[in-house]
C-alpha cells in the first residue's frame, strides 16, 4: 500500500461547482497533513493545513478523520483559477526531520 | 523576497557527465531537501538535511550526492548522469518540525533532460 494515495483525476467541473478530493495515508503514526497545490510546470506551493478539528479558508476546507486515516479537501463555488494538482501531503514523523510525503496529486480542470 | 533559489532552471546532459544543481534559501531555515518530480510518480525525495554539516538519504539517493555546508545551500550533485535521471528537481526548505506553521518553501524547478 503506497504511504499516500489520491485519486489522480482529472476532475472536470464547471465554474461554480463543489468538488471534493480524498486522501488516504498509511501510516497511524503520522503527525501532519497539508495540502499543497501544484500550476502545471510549476513548484508546489501549501494551500493549507489539515488540523484535527478541521479547518477552513474561505472557499476551501479541510478534513481529517484520524481513525480512517483519511483526508479531505473541499473546493465551493470553483473559480477558473482553481485548476490546477492538488498534492496531499504527510509529515508522518513529526520532531525535527520534517520529512513529507507527497500523494501523486489530484488534478483539477474548471471550465468557463 | 527571494526564497529558494534553484540553478539551473533547464539542463541537458549527456549520459556520463556530471554536474551540480544549486539550491539556495535566504529564509534561514534549518531543513532543506531535494525531491525529483516525474510523470505518474509524484514527488520523492532524494537527499535532505537537518541543519550544517548533516545529510542524509531519502526514499531515491542513488546516484546523487548532497553536502551542506552552510545553512543556506544544499547543492545536489549528479556523478555520472543516466537517461533515467531525466526529471524535474525540486529543492526545499523549511523550519523542522513539519507541523502546521512550518511549511516547506519551493523552489522554480529544474528541468533535466540526460541523453
Known amino acids: 500500500r503506497k504511504e499516500v494515495e489520491q485519486d489522480p483525476g482529472p476532475f472536470n467541473v464547471p465554474e461554480g461547482a463543489t468538488v471534493a478530493f480524498n486522501c488516504t495515508y498509511s501510516?497511524?503514526?503520522?503527525?501532519?497533513f497539508f495540502w499543497y497545490r501544484q500550476d502545471c510546470r510549476k513548484e508546489p506551493k501549501l494551500l493549507m493545513s489539515v488540523y484535527s478539528s478541521g479547518n477552513e479558508d474561505g472557499r476551501f476546507t479541510a478534513q481529517l478523520n484520524r481513525a480512517s486515516q483519511y483526508i479531505s479537501l473541499l473546493i465551493r463555488d470553483s473559480k477558473l483559477s482553481d485548476s490546477a494538482t492538488y498534492l496531499c501531503?504527510?509529515?508522518?514523523?513529526?520532531?525535527?526531520?520534517?520529512?513529507?510525503?507527497f500523494g501523486k496529486g489530484t488534478k483539477l480542470s474548471v471550465k468557463p | 523576497n527571494a526564497g529558494v533559489t534553484q540553478t539551473p532552471k533547464f539542463q541537458v546532459l549527456k549520459t556520463g557527465q556530471s554536474m551540480t544543481l544549486q539550491c539556495a534559501q535566504d529564509m534561514n531555515h534549518e531543513y532543506m531537501s531535494w525531491y525529483r518530480q516525474d510523470p505518474g510518480m509524484g514527488l520523492r525525495l532524494i537527499h535532505y538535511?537537518?541543519?550544517?554539516?548533516?545529510?542524509d538519504q531519502g526514499e531515491v539517493p542513488n546516484g546523487y550526492n548532497v553536502s551542506r555546508s552552510t545553512t543556506e545551500d544544499f547543492p545536489l550533485r549528479l556523478l555520472s548522469a543516466a537517461p533515467s535521471q531525466t526529471s524535474v528537481y525540486f529543492c526545499a526548505s523549511s523550519f523542522p518540525g513539519g507541523v502546521p506553521g512550518t511549511e516547506a518553501f519551493f523552489g522554480q524547478g529544474t528541468r533535466l533532460t540526460v541523453v
Open positions: 538535511s537537518v541543519g550544517a554539516g548533516i545529510t
Open positions: 501531503v504527510v509529515n508522518p514523523y513529526g520532531g525535527s526531520q520534517g520529512n513529507l510525503i
Open positions: 501510516n497511524s503514526a503520522s503527525q501532519s
